[in-house]
């Protein structure tokens, strides 16, 4: 009798199914941890800092009162990313911490980091999240301590750079007076393009404590042409005259019900330029699913990443500026994941409508 007829364990048996187990799913998972905490603790040492001078694995354990075998391996793992190089016996930062990793880089990615902290903590609270919902912050303050710097790191390194050139190569750029930088946060728009244009004065409208961050950024860049205008552009004023209207990825951004607001703010001929997610932008679950996980007080989002639940996407937003008078001229695509699009307010547009 067979040990299978008998009742007895099979040993020969196997699943019945295509592929492998899950574990090579766990393993590149793990793969991403051990590289995260390995970055994040080095950076947390200044151990970037330490190695802009070529060291050795032990002099940079006793300058951090840490163990010599940890720190080598530890060592060992960054230079393996491209973070730190190695010459004989002697570690040393590469260009891209550099850059990118010391903390008193003009790129340094800090907050970023701490950003990356932050949506690593929802993750390790899933659990408790899936059961009783998601994390809520107050918005304000969520905007001013953690987004909004991460915002200015992350588009410091190129993207500012490219957006605001293409701005700048507008026709109507010269010849404008007044921009409002709609939810502009950091400023750093609406500082680059005041320095691209002599002539400009620049506003920037977003929440009360987020303008005290905005502020910040004005004294460090010495931008005296740029103001700052405390509100909710959900409910107050945004003011009027200005030739140009420029928003970057912010909440109001593709809610058709502030348009009005917009055209009214904007002189006859002014132009409209706005960043957002396109809508074809690749669909990640892990993704869209981290965006559920957390929520502002006062703004309920839509499962989509990126989209809250007023919004439209991006072609129905740009089509309803047509039926508001606006002439959509053109979509720039700006990333993977964004485009920008400008537009321009037809004169006699019936602002109110």
Not at 22 to 27: H, I, Q
Not at 60 to 71: E, F, H, V
Not at 175 to 187: C, M, P, R
Request: hydrophobic share 40%; proline share 7%.
């Amino acid at each position: 009798m067979s040990d299978h007829m008998s009742g007895k364990p099979d040993l020969m048996a196997v699943p019945g199914l295509p592929g492998t187990t899950p574990l090579p799913v766990f393993d590149t998972a793990l793969a991403g941890v051990r590289q995260y905490y390995a970055i994040t603790t080095a950076f947390d040492l200044r151990l970037f800092e330490l190695l802009r001078e070529p060291a050795t694995a032990s002099e940079c354990a006793d300058s951090l009162g840490c163990q010599r075998d940890m720190i080598g391996l530890l060592c060992n793992c960054l230079e393996s990313l491209g973070l730190l190089e190695k010459t004989k016996d002697r570690f040393q930062t590469s260009a891209q911490a550099q850059a990118f990793l010391i903390q008193n880089s003009p790129f340094c990615q800090g907050h970023a980091i701490a950003f990356q902290r932050r949506l690593a903590s929802l993750w390790a609270n899933l659990p408790a999240i899936v059961k009783d919902g998601p994390v809520t912050y107050e918005r304000a303050p969520m905007f001013r301590d953690v987004i909004i710097p991460s915002m200015a790191e992350n588009c410091r390194c190129g993207l500012l750079q490219q957006v605001a050139s293409f701005i700048a190569a507008l026709p109507e750029f010269p010849a404008a007076k007044q921009l409002l930088d709609l939810g502009g946060g950091h400023g750093l728009y609406a500082i680059a393009l005041c320095q691209k244009n002599p002539g400009l004065e620049a506003t920037v409208f977003d929440l009360p404590p987020v303008t005290e961050a905005t502020r910040d950024f004005i004294a460090h860049y010495h931008a005296e042409r740029v103001r700052v205008i405390p509100g909710d552009f959900f409910t107050d004023p945004i003011g009027e005259g200005y030739d140009i209207i420029f928003s970057s990825s912010n909440p109001g951004g593709k809610i058709p019900a502030l348009i009005p607001k917009i055209a009214s703010a904007l002189n006859d001929g002014g132009l409209f330029i706005n960043k957002q997610a396109i809508d074809e932008a690749p669909e990640d679950p892990f993704m869209s699913f981290e965006w559920n996980l957390w929520t502002f007080q006062g703004i309920k989002k839509q499962a989509k990443r990126f989209v809250f639940s007023d919004s439209v996407t991006l072609a129905d937003y740009n089509r309803e500026l047509a039926s508001h008078g606006f002439v959509v001229r053109d979509l720039v695509p700006i990333d993977a994941q964004s485009a920008m699009t400008i537009a321009q307010k037809s004169p006699g547009t019936d602002s109110c409508r």
